[in-house]
């Protein structure tokens, strides 16, 4: 089993309801260990909708990190995200590995750590609830450091 870090955000409709419909799939194959709390926050990056809903949780899985990429990707599809999506549009859910174990992976399909979540205060600041002291396998960095740095 290894230990995952997923960011879940909504920002249509009923964001409630698409994030706690994304946590009960995911309890298929990951066995959830802590939820953030979950923040709101304006649309980043050109995308499109309403206000954000954004969060994090921390889980325990045997798929393989590419396993667990096409396994939420299904999930973002059932949820109704059109595959493949446009850039900046809306999301009823979006679901983005942040960590898998301590590996940094670079293969074409999958980059982990997630390669802007130090960009983004949606993401620091709910990890950083559940995780403060997990480190970053690329820079060492905890959470909580990354934390107080100012955000680009």
Known sequence: ???????????MHNRHRYILN????IQEKVFITKI????????A?????????????????????????????VIEAKTGRNFPHEKGEQRT???DII??????????????PHFRYRQRD????????IAPDFKDPETGETIASLKTKEYV
């Open 22 to 25: 994304a946590l009960r799939c």
């Open 122 to 129: 949606f993401v620091i600041i709910p990890l950083c609830e």
């Open 36 to 43: 953030s709390p979950f923040v709101f926050s304006r649309p």
């Open 99 to 112: 960590f898998y174990g301590n590996k940094v992976i670079r293969d074409g399909t999958l980059i982990i």
């Open 1 to 11: 089993m290894v230990k995952t870090y997923i960011a879940l955000g909504s920002n």
């Open 93 to 95: 859910i979006d679901l």
């Open 45 to 73: 990056e050109d995308v499109k909708g309403g206000i954000f809903l954004n969060g994090v949780m921390e889980g325990v899985t045997k798929l393989s990190p590419q396993k667990l990429l096409k396994f939420l990707q």
